[in-house]
């Protein structure tokens, strides 16, 4: 068995410790003499790997007794109108920052719903950067402030969270879940889906505030799009195979040290790439310094021609998945938590090559 160095956007690289687990139990789950996702979601096995892995999201983050946390489908792309389905009505504004694809997505559907003012946009220097608290520019009476910490596509990430002064903060947090501590006393509600940083595809975590959830719209939500719906009780299926393995890429977290520990190991990795960057011309980073994201590391060579090369020589060496989101091209590597130190060296070491071959 040969397993790649995987730089993939999403779905993205799973702790291989984590891989091997659910191998071991994929046939026989803890004696059951079934799989877990054979077995009934309101049965005593599934039951407990859902308890299990609400109580280390709660321990990781820190999350006190006023937060919710929903396990969901649809992924991030439904929170987009999930969120102002529940907390935007005709006649209100709620405040979005744009930084890139994924939150133009997110205003789209807000406007279906009630008006959106943009706090700010990067769009006119194609999303090289977030904003300073500085640059926000917040309407008058904003139902909620909606972010996206970390801009998969461009390669950017907030440092820290805008600054709202009391205006409750949404947050899409797909691609940077879970890779560092969260102040979550600053957010009313946080979402993520489970296949960047977190899990398989099919997850969407819901972290959501109680006293923010109260001010949501009491009527004309289906009831699947309600978020009361999904408090304190699986009103239907969920996904349960992501929920088993979610619950284990916690367990691994945990086994890591935590959150805190985490993030330096994902520092370390993203220096280890921008300074192979910021060596001399031959690579040009996408972003300004001060954005640069520490899961998606994104640049440029001197032609297409090159980042072609680049990309094809670099899968010959088993580095995958680097080839940048179609919409801007270039190079992009996710350095996700569960993409190793290993790896990005690999990487590090591999771009030194290039540039000594064809600089
Ligand atoms: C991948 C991604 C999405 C889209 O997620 P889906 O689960 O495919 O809907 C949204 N936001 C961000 C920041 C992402 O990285």
Request: charged letters at 20%; glycine letters at 8%.
């Amino acid at each position: 068995m040969s397993r790649a160095h995987n730089f993939s956007a999403g779905p993205a690289a799973l702790p291989f410790e984590v891989l091997e687990k659910v191998k071991e139990e994929f046939l026989d789950y803890g004696g059951a003499g079934s799989s877990i996702i054979e077995l009934s979601h309101r049965g005593s096995e599934y039951v407990e790997v859902d308890r299990l892995a609400r109580e280390r999201l709660v321990s990781l983050l820190g999350l006190g007794d006023d937060f919710e946390v929903l396990f969901l489908q649809g992924g991030a792309s439904h929170q987009f109108m999930m969120v102002p389905f529940n907390f935007l009505s005709e006649g209100e504004t709620a405040d979005y920052i744009n930084t890139g694809t994924w939150s133009k997505k997110a205003i789209k559907e807000a406007k279906l719903f009630g008006n959106v003012h943009t706090a700010f946009s990067s769009e006119e220097s194609n999303f090289s950067r977030v904003p300073t608290n500085a640059d926000l520019k917040f309407s008058a009476n904003a139902k909620y402030v909606h972010f996206t910490s970390n801009n998969t596509i461009f390669g950017t990430q907030f440092p820290s969270e805008p600054e709202t002064n009391g205006v409750p903060l949404v947050c899409d947090a797909s691609s940077d879940f879970l890779s560092r501590p969260l102040d979550v006393d600053k957010y009313g509600l946080i979402y993520a889906g489970a296949q960047k940083n977190a899990g398989p595809a099919g997850l969407t975590i819901v972290i959501v505030r109680k006293d923010f959830l109260a001010k949501s719209k009491k009527e004309g939500i289906p009831t699947i799009l309600n978020y009361h719906t999904h408090v304190g009780t699986m009103f239907n299926t969920p996904p349960v195979f992501g929920v088993y393995v979610f619950e284990k890429v916690l367990g691994w977290i945990q086994g890591n040290g935590g959150l805190a520990e985490v993030e330096k190991v994902n520092k370390a990795k993203a220096t280890l790439l921008y300074s192979e960057i910021d060596q001399d011309d031959f690579y040009t980073g996408t972003t300004e310094v001060e954005s640069r994201s520490l899961m998606n590391v994104t640049f440029r060579l001197g032609s297409e021609e090159l980042e072609k090369q680049f990309v094809s020589q670099a899968t010959a060496h088993n580095l995958k998945g680097l080839k940048g989101h179609r919409s801007v091209g270039g190079i992009r590597a996710s350095i996700y938590n569960a993409c190793s130190i290993e790896s990005v060296k690999a990487l590090a070491e591999f771009m030194k090559e290039f540039r000594a071959k064809n600089g």
